[in-house]
Nanobody, 115 residues
């Protein structure tokens, strides 16, 4: 089992920045791709960004150029730097890791972009 704990969410004004972090604990050996998803009210959960064990990254078109995903494999953490935030980025953000074909999820953390 892998346990994930997210931190760093909150309320920010449009144009502002936030950094989300996720720490993995438990059976953390052989963790593969790490990712961030988000789910806005009334919408499906969507992939925001992902990073492989070789640090290859991918992003949703809506966040390209504004968000940056990174990982520290030694510490089993993944972070999401979010800049130039927009109201439409408001959502619950979820950390996700893949291990041996299983997906593990964090509890989710609220990000609200509002003036």
């Amino acid at each position: 089992q892998v346990q994930l704990v997210e931190s760093g969410g909150g309320l920010v004004q449009p144009g502002g920045s936030l950094r989300l972090s996720c720490a993995a604990a438990g059976s953390v050996s052989s963790i593969g791709t790490m990712a961030w998803y988000r789910q806005a009210p009334g919408k499906q959960r969507e992939l925001v960004a992902a990073i492989t064990i070789r640090s290859t990254t991918s992003y949703a078109d809506s966040v390209k150029g504004r968000f940056t995903i990174s990982r520290d494999s030694a510490k089993n953490t993944v972070s999401l730097q979010m800049n130039s935030l927009k109201p439409e980025d408001t959502a619950v953000y979820y950390c996700n890791v893949q291990k041996w074909g299983f997906a593990y999820w964090g509890q989710g953390i609220q990000v609200t972009v509002s003036s």
